[in-house]
Nanobody, 124 residues
Framework: QVQVVESGGGLVQTGGSLRLSCAAS????????TGWFRQAPGKEREFIAA????????YYGDSAKGRFTISRDSAKNTVYLQMNNLKPEDTAIYYC?????????????????WGRGTQVTVSS
């Protein structure tokens, strides 16, 4: 079993920055990929970014490109999401997820283990 726990959310003004953390524990594998998703009220869960545990390859959704950066600290089993130039439309619950890397990494169904989420609110 794998557990993932998010932290780092909060309230920030437009243009501000936040760094989210995702700590993984339990039985993890080098073939894992860790992803960040977000879900705003009334909307579907949206892929933000992902990083592979083995090679550190990164992938980004359209809403994250140019503003968000995903990274990992293998020694700490922790993945980070640095979010800059935040906008009110970034307001959502941000979820960390982990799973065995397959052919795709952008779907909710590609991940087996999910955290409870952390709220990010961007005020205008």
């Amino acid at each position: 079993q794998v557990q993932v726990v998010e932290s780092g959310g909060g309230l920030v003004q437009t243009g501000g920055s936040l760094r989210l953390s995702c700590a993984a524990s339990g039985r993890t594998f080098s073939s894992f990929v860790t992803g960040w998703f977000r879900q705003a009220p009334g909307k579907e869960r949206e892929f933000i970014a992902a990083v592979t545990w083995s090679g550190g390859d990164t992938y980004y959704g359209d809403s994250a490109k140019g503003r968000f950066t995903i990274s990992r600290d293998s020694a700490k089993n922790t993945v980070y999401l640095q979010m800059n130039n935040l906008k009110p439309e970034d307001t959502a619950i941000y979820y960390c997820a982990a799973g065995v890397q397959g052919d795709t990494i952008v779907r909710v169904s590609d991940y087996s283990y999910w955290g409870r989420g952390t709220q990010v609110t961007v005020s205008s």
